[in-house]
């Protein structure tokens, strides 16, 4: 069984930058697909970046494309999430996750089946 760890994750000021990191334990995530998810409360958990085993197959939602950027490093068991120029309305607690697959057909929940603990993140205006 994967653990996954997030962290990165804190208050910025609106047009700011953070990266979140996300450590894999226990087994690695070779070969598998990576996504990161976030949720507010009272709102359905939603996809922000999902990339594929190799990297071949990359997806954001409208929401965050060119702000985000999802990346892996296999050889330390690290997927990364880069935010750029962040809004308002990413505040959120962000999750990431480990797909049951090595691709994904929509990015959603139900594709991914081992997830990490959660990260804070704030933006304020």
């Known amino acids: 069984q994967v653990q996954l760890v997030e962290s990165g994750g804190g208050l910025v000021q609106a047009g700011g930058s953070l990266r979140l990191s996300c450590a894999a334990s226990?087994?690695?995530?070779?070969?598998?697909?990576m996504g990161w998810f976030r949720q507010v409360p009272g709102k359905e958990r939603e996809i922000v970046a999902a990339?594929?085993?190799?990297?071949?197959?990359?997806y954001y939602p409208r929401s965050v494309k060119g702000r985000f950027t999802i990346s892996r490093v296999d050889a330390n068991d690290t997927v990364y999430l880069q935010m750029n120029n962040l809004k308002p309305e990413d505040t959120a607690v962000y999750y990431c996750?480990?797909?049951?697959?090595?691709?994904?057909?929509?990015?959603?929940?139900?594709?991914?089946?081992?997830w990490g603990q959660g990260t804070q993140v704030t933006v304020s205006s």
């Open positions: 990339i594929s085993w190799g990297g071949r197959t990359i």
């Open positions: 226990g087994r690695t995530f070779g070969g598998n697909a």
């Open positions: 996750a480990s797909g049951r697959g090595a691709s994904f057909h929509e990015a959603s929940v139900d594709e991914f089946d081992y």
